[in-house]
């Protein structure tokens, strides 16, 4: 959701997305409340697909991964291209790959990372966003 809005709006000075589905093409078969496939509702999917509207990204975004990530639709290869992406782009991105972490992050030291991450990105992209630029 969060790439998404800043693919398609101007309500955010940046954002934070975390263990995202970037590109569903490699959900072809549905997600969320979506039942049908890509073979059926391919502009749905590359709508909501923000790796298909990479190049409209024009705020910083932080993407912040578990690399043990197994759920399906959130394989740490989503993060991956979508930041390739992006910095092929020019795009302002950073990207965070969680050691032995899933979807969900549970150790400590990746809790305490992630926050890090974050405070770090907010204080130099929206708080700090004048004098960063």
Not at 38 to 44: F, L, R
Not at 95 to 113: R, T
């Amino acid at each position: 959701m969060t790439a998404n809005l800043l693919a398609h709006s101007d309500l955010f000075a940046a954002g934070i997305a975390r263990s995202g589905a970037y590109n569903r093409t490699l959900t072809p078969f549905g997600f969320q409340s979506e039942e049908r496939s890509y073979w059926e509702a391919p502009e749905i999917y590359n709508t909501m697909s923000p790796f298909m509207n990479a190049e409209k990204v024009d705020e910083p975004i932080l993407l912040i991964h578990g690399q043990a990530d197994n759920n399906s639709g959130t394989y740490p290869l989503q993060s991956e291209r979508y930041f390739n992406a992006l910095k092929g782009l020019g795009a302002q991105a950073r990207l965070v790959m969680l050691p032995k972490e899933s979807h969900g992050y549970v150790a400590k030291e990746s809790i305490l990372h992630v926050l890090w991450e974050q405070d770090q990105w907010l204080e130099k992209h929206v708080k700090n966003k004048n004098t960063a630029e």
